[in-house]
C-alpha cells in the first residue's frame, strides 16, 4: 500500500512538472510557428513542410523508438538489474547509430529521388528544397542518436531534467527563427540550418547530463549482447512499424496534397500540424509520468496496479486534451487569425479536423505503452499498421474523384476511430483488463462528458460575432464547462473523493 501510494505521488508530481512544459512549450512554439511564417511566406513555409517534413518524421519515430529502448530500461529497473541496466545501454546506442546508417542510405537514395523527380516545388526553388532536405536529413540522423539518453532520463522519472532541456530547445528554437527577419540571405535554407545547429546543441545537452547522472550512460564495453540486440531490434523495429500508418497520415498525405493541390495547401496543412504537434506534445508529455510506472508494474507482476494507472492515465488524457481542443476548435477562425496574422486558405478546416483527430486518439500512448510492456507486439503491430496504411490509397480516390483537399482529415478520422476498436481489444486481452470496464470507464464518461460541455459554448459561437471578445468569451466559458463536465461526469465517486483528499492536504499544508 505504501509502495502504491509512493508511486501515486510520483506520478502526481511528474505530471505536474511535465504539466508546466507544456504549458511554457506550447507558448513559445505558437509565438515561433508566427515568426516561422512571416519570415518564410506562405509557400516556402509549404515546401518546408513537405520536403523538411522528415523532421516531423523524426519527431514521432523518436518517440516510438525511445519508447521501445525505456521499456527495456524499466523492465531492468523494475528487476533491480544494474548489471543488465548497463548492457541495454551500450547496445541501445550500438542499435540506434545503425537505424541512423540504414536511415542515411534510404534518404540519399530513394528519399533524394523522389524529391527531384516527382515533387511539385515552384520554379527556381529546388536548389532550395535540396539544402532544407539535406539539413532536416542530417537533424533527423542527429535524433536518432539522442534516443537512448533521452529515454534514460525518463525511465529514471527525472522529469524535471527532461522538462528544463526541451523548455531550453525552444527557446533556443525560437531565438534561431527570430534571426531570420533580420538576414537577407535565402531564409528558407538557413532556417534548416539553423534547425539543425538547434539539434546538435540539444543532443549535446542530453549526453553531458546522463553521462554525469547516469552510471550506466558512462559505456565501458561496446560488446554485443546477441540475444538481447536481437530482441531490442525485433522490438524497435515492430514499433516503428507500428508507426508507419502515423507517417503515412503526416508526410505521406503531405507528397499527395503536394501532388494535386502544391505548396499553398500544403502551407495549410503546415499550420494544422503546428497546431496538432503542440497538443499530441501535451499528450505525451502528460503520459510520460504514467508510462515508466505501467511498464514497471507489469515487470512486477502487479497487473492490478497496473490496471489503475491505465485506466486513470487514459481517462485524464481524454479529459484534459478534450478541455484543451474544444475551445480550439470552436473558436479555429478567430485563433488563427489572432495568431499567425497569415492564415492560409483550408487552414481553419485542417485544423479543426486534425485537432479533432487528437482527441479521438488521446489515450493511445498509454494503451500501446500498456501493450510494449508485455513485449509481444507483433501481430498488434502488423495489425494497427495495416489498417492505418489505407489512408492513403483511399485519399487519392477522394482526390481523383475532384474532392477537397480537406477529406484526408475525414478519411483519417474514420480510421482512427476503427483502430482505436481494435487497439482496446488487443490491450485489455493482453494485460487482462475488462474491455466494458475501460469503455464504461474512460470512453463512455468521458465523451459524455465533452458533448455535454459544448452545446453551449457552440451556441454563443453561432449567436455572437465573431471577435476577440467573443473568442474569449466562448473559450472561457467551454473551458468552465468541460472542467464542471470532468469532475462529475468524466471522474467516478472514488476517484472525486481521491481529488478532494488530495486538495485538502495541499491546502493544509
Known amino acids: 500500500m505504501q509502495e502504491s501510494n ?10 505536474l512538472l511535465l504539466y508546466i512544459r507544456m504549458l511554457v512549450m506550447m507558448g513559445i512554439s505558437l509565438f515561433t510557428s508566427r515568426i516561422t511564417l512571416q519570415a518564410l511566406g506562405v509557400d516556402n513555409y509549404g515546401i518546408y513542410n513537405v520536403v523538411g517534413g522528415i523532421v516531423v518524421i523524426l519527431g514521432f519515430l523518436n518517440n516510438a523508438m525511445a519508447g521501445a529502448t525505456q521499456r527495456y530500461i524499466n523492465v531492468a529497473m523494475g528487476k533491480r538489474d544494474q548489471i543488465g541496466l548497463n ?12 537505424i541512423a546508417i540504414a536511415c542515411l542510405i534510404l534518404a540519399e537514395t530513394i528519399g533524394l529521388w523522389f524529391l527531384n523527380e516527382h515533387m511539385v516545388i515552384p520554379d527556381g526553388r529546388m536548389m532550395a528544397a535540396n539544402w532544407v532536405y539535406q539539413f532536416s536529413v542530417l537533424s ?18 527525472k522529469m524535471s531534467a527532461f522538462a528544463w532541456i526541451t523548455i531550453v530547445d525552444v527557446i533556443l528554437r525560437l531565438v534561431l527563427v527570430c534571426s531570420l527577419l533580420f538576414v537577407d540571405t535565402d531564409k528558407l535554407i538557413l532556417y534548416a540550418i539553423l534547425l539543425f545547429v538547434n539539434s546538435n546543441i540539444t543532443r549535446l545537452i542530453y549526453m553531458w547530463y546522463c553521462k554525469r547522472h547516469f552510471e550506466e550512460c558512462t559505456v565501458k564495453s561496446w560488446k554485443i549482447d546477441k540475444p538481447l540486440m536481437k530482441s531490442m531490434l525485433s522490438f524497435s523495429s515492430w514499433t516503428i512499424f507500428g508507426n508507419l500508418g502515423y507517417i503515412a497520415h503526416t508526410q505521406g498525405i503531405a507528397v499527395i496534397i503536394n501532388l494535386f493541390f502544391g505548396v499553398a495547401v500544403n502551407a495549410a496543412q503546415g499550420i494544422a500540424n503546428q497546431v496538432n504537434g503542440i497538443v499530441k506534445q501535451f499528450v505525451n508529455n502528460f503520459l510520460m509520468a504514467f508510462n515508466p510506472q505501467v511498464v514497471k508494474t507489469y515487470a512486477a507482476g502487479e497487473l492490478d496496479e497496473m490496471h489503475k494507472l491505465v485506466l486513470r492515465g487514459s481517462k485524464t488524457s481524454l479529459l ?31 485544423a479543426r479536423l486534425v485537432l ?13 505503452t500498456a501493450k510494449g510492456a508485455t513485449g509481444n507486439i507483433k501481430i498488434y503491430q502488423v495489425t494497427l499498421t495495416t489498417i492505418g496504411l489505407f489512408h492513403l490509397p483511399l485519399t487519392w480516390i477522394c482526390y481523383e474523384l475532384g474532392w477537397e483537399p480537406y477529406w484526408a482529415q475525414i478519411v483519417y478520422l474514420i480510421i482512427i476511430v476503427i483502430l482505436q476498436i481494435v487497439r482496446t481489444w488487443f490491450v485489455c486481452r493482453s494485460i487482462k483488463l475488462s ?9 463512455g464518461r468521458c465523451f459524455l462528458a465533452v458533448g455535454l460541455a459544448v452545446v453551449a459554448p457552440a451556441l454563443l459561437h453561432r449567436q ?10 466562448v473559450c472561457c466559458s467551454c473551458m468552465a464547462l468541460s472542467c464542471i463536465a470532468a469532475f462529475f461526469i468524466g471522474l467516478n465517486r472514488s476517484e472525486r473523493n481521491q481529488l478532494f483528499s488530495v486538495l485538502a492536504k495541499r491546502i493544509s499544508k
Not at 479533432?356 to 486518439?361: A, E, Q, Y
Open 6 to 15: 509512493s508511486n501515486t505521488k510520483r506520478v502526481a508530481k511528474n505530471t
Open 464 to 473: 455572437l460575432e465573431q471577435g476577440l471578445v467573443t473568442t474569449l468569451i
Open 87 to 98: 548492457t541495454i545501454i551500450s547496445n541501445a546506442l550500438i542499435l540506434h547509430f545503425g
Open 140 to 157: 533527423f540522423l542527429l535524433g536518432i542518436l539522442t534516443v537512448p539518453y533521452m529515454s534514460t532520463i525518463v525511465a529514471h522519472e
Open 356 to 368: 479533432l483527430l487528437t482527441l479521438f486518439d488521446a489515450y493511445s500512448p498509454l494503451l500501446a
Open 320 to 350: 484534459l486534451v478534450a478541455i484543451l481542443v474544444m475551445p480550439l476548435i470552436i473558436e479555429m477562425p478567430t485563433i488563427l487569425y489572432l495568431w499567425l496574422g497569415i492564415v492560409p486558405d483550408y487552414a481553419v478546416i485542417f
Open 435 to 443: 474491455q466494458s470496464l475501460f469503455y464504461r470507464e474512460v470512453v
